[in-house]
C-alpha cells in the first residue's frame, strides 16, 4: 500500500433497504451510519433495494437546519455491481450508463432475509472487494435457526430442548412427530420458521390443538421449522461482540418487552420495551456475568463469525428444569444500527462510540480481504 493509497479518502457503499420484513428499519440503521461515518476519511454512497428487489442508486444528502444526513433514493437509477478492476458500481439511467465508481469498501445493512443469509455477501465476495461483517457461510448458517443451534449446541453451549422437521416429514408423520415433541419438548413451547426475523412466523404454544395450528401457520413462512422448549418469563439478555484488532465482547444488557414475549408489536410498534443496560442479574454475579462473556465469545467463534454479532441468550426455569439457567437463543450478524438498538448501545456503554465502530468495521473487512487475497486459488 503506498502512502498516498494509505491517505486518500476511501469509497465506502452503504448498502441497504431489501425484500425483508426488516426493510424499514434498514433504511433507519443505513441512515444512523449515514450520520456517524468519518467524513473525512470515507466518501459515501449508497445502493437502496427496494421491496420488490431493485438496485437504486442512493446519495448522501444534508438538511442544513439540523445538520442531519439522509440517504436521497432516486428510484430511477439503476445501480450495477461489477467486478471489473476500478469501475465496480455502475449507475444507470435508462439504458445509459451515468457513472462508473470505484467503490473500496461496502458495508451491507439489511437485516434478515436477502442480506443478513450470505445472499448479498456471496454478490460481493463475486465483486471481489472488502465487505463489511460476516462471510457467506457464517451469514447463512448464522440466520438459520436449526443449523445455528445444532452447531453451537454440540459444542456444549446450552440450548433449549428443539426439534427440527420440514413440510414432508411434517405430511407424512404428522402424529408421530406431534409425539415426540409433547415428549421431549412439552408445553408450554415456541414454534419457529427457521430463517426469519423480527418475530415473524414465532409462535408461543399453550395447548396441542395450538401446536398443530401454529405448527401449519409457520409452514406458511418457511419450509424448515424449529419446535423449542420454552423458557418461563424469561430475562432476555443480549451481548454485542466487534473486532477491533481483537475480539471485544461487551458486558451484557437485557430488554424488557412490553408484551407476553418480544414480539413484533413489541419490537416495533408500540415502543414500550424497555432496556437496562448493564443486565443487573449479571452485574451483581461475576460468575454469570463471566460465563455469559466466555458463551458469547465461544458462539462467535464455532459461528466463524467476523466484523461484528449480536448474541441473544435467554435467563430462567424451564418446565423441566427448575433451577434458573443461561440459554443460547439467537445470533444476528447484521443488528439494527439506530439510535436505540442494542448493538451501539452496548458498545457505547464501553466507551466505543458508532463512529469507532463503523472505523473497526472498515478495517476489519480490508484485512479480511488481504487474507483471503493470499490464498492460493490456482495451483497449475
Ligand atoms: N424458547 C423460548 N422461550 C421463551 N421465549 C422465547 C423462546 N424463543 C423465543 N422466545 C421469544 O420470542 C422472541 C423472538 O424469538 P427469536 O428466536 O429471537 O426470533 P427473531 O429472530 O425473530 O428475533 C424472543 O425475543 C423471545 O421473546
Ligand atoms: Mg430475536
Redesign the pocket.
Known amino acids: 500500500m503506498s502512502i498516498i493509497d494509505f491517505m486518500r479518502v476511501k469509497k465506502v457503499c452503504i448498502i441497504f433497504g431489501g425484500k425483508s420484513v426488516e426493510h424499514e428499519i434498514s433504511i433507519i440503521s443505513a441512515n444512523s451510519i449515514l450520520n456517524n461515518i468519518n467524513k473525512t476519511k470515507y466518501k459515501i454512497f449508497g445502493i437502496y433495494i427496494t421491496k420488490d428487489g431493485v438496485f437504486c442508486e442512493a446519495t448522501p444528502s444534508i438538511n442544513r437546519k439540523s445538520s442531519e444526513y439522509k440517504f436521497k433514493i432516486s428510484r430511477q437509477k439503476i445501480v450495477l455491481l461489477s467486478n471489473q478492476k476500478n469501475k465496480n458500481l455502475l449507475i444507470l439511467k435508462g439504458s445509459k450508463i451515468e457513472a462508473k465508481i470505484n467503490i473500496d469498501v461496502f458495508f451491507p445493512i439489511i437485516h434478515g432475509t436477502g442480506g443478513e443469509d450470505g445472499s448479498i455477501q456471496g454478490l460481493l465476495e463475486l465483486v471481489n472487494k472488502p465487505y463489511v461483517g460476516c462471510g457467506v457461510e457464517s451469514s447463512s448458517i448464522c440466520m438459520n435457526?436449526i443449523l445455528s443451534k445444532k452447531l453451537v449446541s454440540q459444542q456444549s453451549i446450552p440450548t433449549?430442548a428443539f426439534h427440527s422437521f420440514g413440510k414432508e416429514e411434517w405430511r407424512t408423520s404428522e402424529s408421530s412427530l406431534i409425539r415426540k415433541i409433547l415428549e421431549d419438548i412439552g408445553l408450554p413451547c415456541?414454534v419457529?420458521a427457521s430463517n426469519?426475523?423480527?418475530?415473524?412466523g414465532?409462535y408461543r404454544v399453550a395447548t396441542t390443538k395450538e401446536l398443530k395450528s401454529r405448527i401449519k401457520d409457520g409452514f406458511k413462512f418457511a419450509n424448515e421449522l424449529l419446535v423449542?422448549?420454552?423458557?418461563l418469563q424469561?430475562e432476555?439478555v443480549e451481548v454485542s461482540i466487534l473486532e477491533k484488532n481483537n475480539i471485544i465482547t461487551t458486558v451484557p444488557g437485557r430488554i424488557i418487552?412490553s408484551d407476553e414475549?418480544?414480539s413484533y408489536k413489541a419490537k416495533y410498534i408500540d415502543g414500550k420495551s424497555e432496556i437496562e443496560i448493564p443486565y443487573q442479574r449479571a452485574s451483581s454475579n461475576p460468575a454469570l456475568m463471566k460465563r455469559i462473556k466466555i458463551l458469547s465469545s465461544k458462539v462467535f467463534t464455532v459461528l466463524q463469525c467476523s466484523g461484528m454479532a449480536r448474541i441473544?441468550f435467554?435467563y430462567g426455569r424451564t418446565t423441566r428444569k427448575k433451577k434458573p439457567a443461561l440459554y443460547f437463543?439467537?445470533i444476528n450478524t447484521i443488528p439494527g444500527f439506530t439510535e436505540i438498538s442494542m448493538f451501539p448501545k452496548l458498545l457505547n456503554n464501553e466507551g466505543i462510540t458508532l463512529e469507532a465502530t463503523i472505523e473497526a468495521l472498515i478495517k476489519n473487512s480490508e484485512s479480511k480481504q488481504r487474507k483471503k487475497e493470499k490464498l492460493v486459488t490456482d495451483f497449475l
Open positions: 435457526k433449549t415456541f419457529k426469519l426475523g423480527s418475530s415473524v414465532i423449542e422448549e420454552a423458557v424469561p432476555e418487552p414475549f418480544y441473544d435467554l437463543s439467537e
